[in-house]
Nanobody, 121 residues
Framework: QVQLVESGGGLVQPGGSLRLSCAASGSILSIYSMGWYRQAAGKQRELVATITSGGSTNYADSVKGRFTISRDSAKNMVYLQMNSLKPEDTAVYYC???????????????WGQGTQVTVSS
């Protein structure tokens, strides 16, 4: 059973930064890809960033150049560094385990509880 626990959310002003962390149970980072999703109020959950077991990364166009996904396989941790935050980044952020088939990321049904990020002045 895979367990994921997110942390690091909070309230930040526009232009500010936050670093989200995801602690994963078991040594899954060496096997699976990992992703960060977000869900704003009244909207569908959207994929924000992914990182493969080999360390390749992908980002949604809306966060490219501002967000950075990284991982520490030894600690079973995945991070999302978020810079130049905008009000439209406000959402609950979720960590996920998944895999790539070709260029498409497929989430497995393992999710954390989410961490709230609010960008507001």
């Amino acid at each position: 059973q895979v367990q994921l626990v997110e942390s690091g959310g909070g309230l930040v002003q526009p232009g500010g930064s936050l670093r989200l962390s995801c602690a994963a149970s078991g040594s899954i980072l060496s096997i699976y890809s990992m992703g960060w999703y977000r869900q704003a109020a009244g909207k569908q959950r959207e994929l924000v960033a992914t990182i493969t077991s080999g360390g390749s990364t992908n980002y949604a166009d809306s966060v490219k150049g501002r967000f950075t996904i990284s991982r520490d396989s030894a600690k079973n941790m995945v991070y999302l560094q978020m810079n130049s935050l905008k009000p439209e980044d406000t959402a609950v952020y979720y960590c996920n385990v998944g895999y790539y088939s070709g260029s498409d990321y497929y989430p497995l049904d393992y999710w954390g509880q989410g961490t709230q990020v609010t960008v507001s002045s």
